[in-house]
């Protein structure tokens, strides 16, 4: 069980280009989540998906979209990157929605710096 | 904003003493729970306590939520020096979404 992978693990941009960020879990997992966490804060909501074929937005979606490939994979997109795009971002799972399994397992995190 | 808020923002103690942190938040919540993000990592989940609990335990974790100040707290008893990390609340209003603190840094000092 790898539980959430994220991919890539760091990555540097310059201003404008855009990429998409891959998340992946195998708990089989119906609600997934993308959180940013910038230094000395805690994590801020951009998108989430509560089930395969649905999406939502969260605290700070602006400049992000989002696609639910499937079950498993929920990737983020930066079309047009930006220097305040700067942060660690951070994918989640879990089986929310249903009462007792709200608990959310993180991936690694992917380190993106935009120049 | 609807996120709880942690105090202290940081904390440094002895190894063997006890740590005790708090989250306030806003609005009536489903449920808030507790995790911890050692440094540059994911962050791992500690426990989960319901809007209709007032005390939960796991091994050295003790948590507490009183709903009518709106506020919970977390107590590692006999801390580590392996508990040393940020610890984070998050709060949960409609089962699908959370909410995170900006943490509170513990340093336990051999």
């Known amino acids: 069980n790898a539980g959430v992978t994220q991919t890539p693990k760091f990555q540097v941009l310059k201003t404008g280009q855009s990429m998409t960020l891959q998340c992946a879990q195998d708990?089989?997992?119906?609600?997934m989540y993308w959180y940013r966490q910038d230094p000395g804060m805690g994590l801020r909501l951009i998108y989430y998906?509560?089930?395969?074929?649905?999406?939502d937005k969260g605290e700070v979606p602006n400049g992000y979209n989002v696609s639910r490939l499937n079950k498993r994979e929920f990737s983020l997109r930066l079309e047009s990157a930006a220097p305040s795009q700067t942060s660690v971002y951070f994918c989640?799972?879990?089986?929310?929605?249903?009462?007792?399994?709200?608990?959310?397992?993180f991936g690694p995190g992917t380190r993106l710096l935009v120049l | 904003s609807q996120q709880g808020e942690e105090d202290p923002q940081a904390l440094s103690i002895q190894e063997g003493e006890n740590a005790t942190m708090n989250c306030s938040y806003k609005?009536?919540?489903?449920?808030l729970q507790w995790y911890r993000q050692n440094s540059g990592r994911g962050l791992v989940h500690l426990i989960l306590?319901?809007?209709?609990?007032r005390e939960k335990h796991s091994g050295r974790l003790r948590v507490t939520l009183d709903t009518s100040k709106k506020s919970s707290s977390l107590l590692i008893t006999a801390s580590r020096a392996a508990d040393t990390a940020s610890y984070f609340c998050?709060?949960?209003?409609?089962?699908?979404?959370?909410?995170f603190g900006s943490g509170t840094k513990l340093n336990v000092k051999p």
């Open positions: 989640a799972s879990s089986e929310a929605g249903t009462s007792g399994k709200e608990t959310q397992y």
């Open positions: 708990m089989n997992h119906n609600s």
């Open positions: 998906s509560a089930s395969e074929g649905t999406t």
């Open positions: 609005t009536s919540i489903n449920n």
């Open positions: 306590i319901r809007s209709n609990e």
């Open positions: 998050a709060t949960s209003y409609n089962f699908n979404k959370f909410y």
